[in-house]
């Protein structure tokens, strides 16, 4: 069978998910869209079930697959409805919508509820994707308060550039989200990883925790608290020496320097491993670092066996505990979500 596995490590979640929670102070979400940014959804949300305050999903669809498995937290539906039937499965499943357009929002002032729903109110504070700019928000949010469909409204916003400490921006986006709605019964929530790592200002009753709940700081600098959840590896499957001056792979990007024992690997491109990643990315070789040598291809790799004793059978870590993702993505000229959800045809194998 090919060698491609992706080692979920849940209690390093678990431990990511109690460290985030300490530092924010006050309730937390796990963000686990888009199947918990590639490390399985269900197999998350069962291990955060006893420690987690809610969990946050991009839609419905992705709400309904963790109801069917069993979870009843609180769901939090970060895009809201894209119809408004939805609102009818969103009340028979009790989960929590986010309102960020006058669309969605006269979808539910129309929808006939039978139990009062709890809704999110999205603000456009800044960074203009979605929500209410802070002079109709105040308008939205008096129409849903006032709504017999809403039985309470959570004042929402995102940020745009958290990451980046020494911007401006978060500060500006904290100072409109707090130039309106003002009321200190309003339950309010901002941040994100970066928020809740950088902008203690941003932390309020709910933080959103995604990347970083998976062990990897979305800011420039490492967090050693975190701790990486999935560690993908596969194995050497081919050897070949090559002498001095010859060039291997597509494109002949690399021309050996000396002898080299070139260690052929079973990822590519199709598993989500970034082809821009090619010749000189790390990897480690049976717990010692190395490089990719040559052009990702689509199903194979090839590595630098600079150590005799690595060969056939050598176990390669493309990224986790010793590579980080991050690294990987800032030489694929991208970011460590990205690669998190590529993550295709490997076996997953869980780890309490
Ligand atoms: C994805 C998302 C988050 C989580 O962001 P991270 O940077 O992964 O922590 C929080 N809030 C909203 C609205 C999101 O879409």
């Given at each position: 069978?090919r060698?491609?596995?992706?080692?979920?490590?849940?209690?390093?979640?678990?431990?990511?998910?109690?460290?985030?929670?300490?530092?924010?102070?006050?309730?937390?979400?796990?963000?686990?869209?888009?199947?918990?940014?590639?490390?399985?959804?269900?197999?998350?949300?069962?291990?955060?079930?006893?420690?987690?305050?809610?969990?946050?999903?991009?839609?419905?669809e992705?709400?309904?697959?963790?109801?069917?498995?069993?979870?009843?937290?609180?769901i939090?539906?970060?895009?809201?409805?894209?119809?408004?039937?939805?609102?009818?499965?969103?009340?028979?499943?009790?989960?929590?919508?986010?309102?960020?357009?006058?669309?969605?929002?006269?979808?539910?002032?129309?929808?006939?509820?039978?139990?009062?729903?709890t809704?999110?109110?999205?603000?456009?504070?800044?960074?203009?994707?979605?929500?209410?700019f802070?002079?109709?928000?105040v308008?939205?949010?008096?129409q849903?308060?006032?709504?017999?469909?809403?039985?309470?409204?959570?004042?929402?916003?995102?940020?745009?550039?958290?990451?980046?400490?020494?911007?401006?921006?978060t500060?500006?986006?904290?100072?409109?989200?707090?130039?309106?709605?003002?009321?200190d019964?309003?339950?309010?929530?901002?941040?994100?990883?970066?928020g809740?790592?950088?902008?203690?200002?941003?932390?309020?009753?709910?933080?959103?925790?995604g990347?970083?709940?998976?062990?990897?700081?979305?800011?420039?600098?490492?967090?050693?608290?975190?701790?990486p959840v999935?560690?993908?590896?596969?194995?050497?499957?081919?050897?070949?020496?090559?002498?001095?001056?010859?060039?291997?792979?597509?494109?002949?990007?690399?021309?050996?320097?000396?002898?080299?024992?070139?260690?052929?690997?079973?990822?590519?491109?199709?598993?989500?491993?970034?082809?821009l990643?090619?010749n000189?990315?790390?990897?480690?070789?049976?717990?010692?670092?190395?490089?990719i040598?040559?052009?990702?291809?689509?199903?194979?790799?090839?590595?630098?066996?600079n150590?005799?004793?690595?060969?056939?059978?050598?176990?390669?870590?493309?990224?986790?505990?010793?590579v980080?993702?991050?690294?990987?993505a800032?030489?694929?000229?991208?970011?460590?979500?990205?690669?998190?959800?590529?993550?295709?045809?490997?076996?997953?194998?869980?780890?309490d």
């Amino acid at each position: 069978m090919r060698f491609l596995e992706a080692h979920i490590h849940l209690a390093n979640l678990r431990h990511n998910y109690q460290y985030l929670k300490g530092l924010h102070g006050n309730k937390v979400l796990a963000v686990i869209k888009a199947n918990a940014y590639g490390h399985g959804a269900v197999q998350c949300a069962k291990a955060l079930s006893d420690l987690a305050d809610g969990f946050a999903v991009a839609a419905i669809e992705e709400a309904l697959t963790l109801r069917s498995a069993g979870i009843t937290l609180p769901i939090v539906l970060l895009e809201g409805v894209f119809e408004a039937s939805e609102y009818e499965l969103i009340e028979q499943h009790d989960l929590w919508p986010v309102v960020q357009n006058q669309n969605q929002l006269d979808g539910l002032l129309a929808y006939e509820a039978k139990k009062p729903l709890t809704v999110w109110l999205k603000m456009d504070s800044g960074m203009h994707r979605a929500g209410f700019f802070p002079q109709d928000y105040v308008k939205a949010f008096a129409q849903l308060q006032a709504a017999p469909q809403v039985a309470k409204v959570i004042k929402m916003t995102h940020f745009a550039r958290a990451d980046e400490p020494e911007q401006l921006m978060t500060a500006q986006q904290i100072a409109a989200f707090d130039s309106v709605v003002t009321d200190d019964k309003i339950e309010e929530s901002m941040a994100n990883s970066a928020g809740i790592l950088a902008h203690p200002d941003s932390h309020r009753d709910w933080g959103r925790a995604g990347l970083a709940l998976y062990g990897l700081s979305p800011m420039a600098y490492p967090d050693a608290n975190l701790k990486p959840v999935m560690t993908l590896k596969t194995k050497v499957f081919g050897v070949r020496e090559l002498p001095i001056g010859e060039v291997i792979g597509y494109g002949s990007i690399f021309k050996t320097e000396r002898m080299t024992r070139v260690g052929l690997i079973a990822v590519g491109y199709a598993d989500g491993y970034p082809r821009l990643a090619s010749n000189d990315s790390p990897v480690m070789i049976d717990g010692k670092p190395s490089r990719i040598i040559g052009r990702v291809s689509m199903d194979m790799t090839m590595v630098d066996l600079n150590d005799d004793a690595q060969g056939i059978g050598s176990e390669v870590e493309l990224w986790g505990e010793h590579v980080s993702a991050n690294t990987v993505a800032a030489v694929a000229g991208t970011i460590s979500y990205e690669i998190l959800c590529n993550v295709k045809r490997a076996r997953f194998v869980y780890h309490d």
